[in-house]
């Protein structure tokens, strides 16, 4: 910086040239009276003297010249509103035409003046223009600014009267005119007005962009995040914490990976547009035990069907069938649940079988013949093995006691033939 002080223009982005140029001190006439009221005299204001602001941001009154020209005086010398010389008659500038946008403007000047934002970096800012971009479509995906769009729509917004007013006209074909310039590099400086002026195309709100300025560090807002995970109970709650960021590695794109304590995983291209984003996932990295403690109860209901235990969970078919298959080969509680469920099937259907091929026999001889069946469904099936059983039968024989020799000769008999036939 050079030691006059000259520097600081560049620093503060009016060495391209001054804007709306002032050379003489402004007033508000709504302030001037309220001073003169409580405080006896009126002062100067910073904010009326700022370049570009035509408005009081506190009375929305057009600002006034005050007739003595700073210039004739000494640069040191201390300026004092001279009552006599103060018209304080309300005026109206451009017909009143621009009066919003001029207000907008002089309150967001206003803003910049009263807050310090000294924590926010020049490429802070830059950051928060392109994901502001991108949230209006007017950048792509990889952050790429759509610069002939943003033209004509910034220019619809200030009409080019009111551009042209505020000496911030944009010339398209110009690859260096200030949108651009604001828009594309941090080392160049443009004028703070056209910074408003940018930040209130996109915003309407300059606080509400300042507060922004530090979500827009991440491509996917401030966490924590929620966790998409359909089986935990705090599925869609704010509570993972834990996220990576890298760039894709076709379009170089961010991708978000984040990761919740119940051992879900997923992924998602970014930047997010708006909040519905934050419930989208491109991809699961991982289930974690949650969710598969989840799937394993339901298989293990044994009445759900894929598609249902698919959308219960969050997964496809596939992925469900994927894991059923891998329970299967990795877990022995999982495997000995569906072989007893395979074997129950199965020792029914034997007994059944021979109840019908073999009406007559009684429950003793089935038990007999086929042992371990009985056993088994004795001991898992014990209600169903009741109801199906024969009623038990008083014994055949005259001494009360059933001639097993005789009973089993019998039927090895009628086995044979049946088996024969
Ligand atoms: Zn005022
Ligand atoms: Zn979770």
């Given amino acids: ?91 109206l500038l451009y017909q009143g035409k621009h009066t919003d946008k001029l207000l907008e403007i002089a309150k967001a000047a206003y803003y910049l003046l009263s807050h310090s934002l000294g924590i926010i970096s020049k490429s802070d800012v830059l950051l928060r223009y392109k994901n502001l971009l991108y949230k209006n479509d007017l950048a792509t995906d990889k952050l790429r600014i759509k610069q002939d769009e943003l033209h004509d729509r910034v220019v619809g917004y200030y009409g ?109 291209k970014g930047p997010d547009k708006d909040r519905k984003d934050l419930y989208r996932k491109g991809r699961v990295k991982a289930f974690g035990f949650v969710w598969e403690n989840k799937l394993k109860t339901l298989l293990s209901q044994q009445c759900h069907s894929y598609r249902k235990m698919a959308q219960q969970l ?48 009684s429950r003793t001889s089935i038990r007999s013949r086929c042992q371990k069946e009985y056993t088994y469904l004795h001991r898992h099936d014990r209600k169903w093995l009741f109801e199906e059983l024969p009623k038990k039968k008083q014994s055949k024989g005259s001494n009360g006691y059933i001639d097993w020799d005789e009973r089993d000769h019998e039927i090895l008999m009628q086995l044979q033939k049946a088996h024969i036939d």
């Fill in 1 to 91: 910086m050079s030691s006059d002080g000259r520097g600081i223009y560049t620093k503060i982005g009016i060495v391209a040239g001054s804007i709306c140029k002032k050379d003489c001190i402004f007033f508000c006439p709504a302030c001037v009276r309220k001073e003169m009221e409580s405080l006896g005299e009126a002062y100067v204001h910073r904010e009326h003297q700022l370049q570009g602001i035509f408005m009081c941001p506190h009375h929305g009154k057009f600002l006034k010249e005050y007739h003595a020209n700073k210039w004739e005086k000494s640069r040191v010398e201390y300026i004092r509103l001279d009552g006599s010389l103060l018209d304080l008659s309300d005026i």
């Fill in 160 to 268: 080019t009267e009111l551009l042209s007013i505020l000496e911030s006209s944009i010339d398209k074909n110009n690859e260096y005119n200030w949108l651009r310039a604001a828009t594309r590099n941090v080392a160049r400086t443009v004028h703070p007005l056209r910074h408003i002026l940018l930040i209130l195309f996109l915003t309407g709100d300059i606080s509400e962009f300042f507060q922004g300025v530090h979500e827009s560090h991440s491509p996917f807002g401030k966490g924590p995040w929620p966790c998409l995970n359909k089986a935990a109970d705090h599925f869609k709650q704010d509570v993972v914490t834990d996220l990576a960021i890298t760039a894709d590695f076709k379009t170089r794109a961010p991708v978000g990976t984040f990761e919740c304590q119940c051992g879900y995983i997923y992924s998602r």
């Fill in 314 to 361: 969050g997964a496809d078919i596939k992925t469900i069938q994927k894991f059923e298959k891998l329970f299967a080969e990795s877990s022995p509680v999982v495997e000995k649940q569906k072989s007893n469920i395979n074997l129950k099937a199965e020792y029914r259907e034997k007994l059944l079988l021979i109840m019908k091929e073999y009406p007559e026999l």
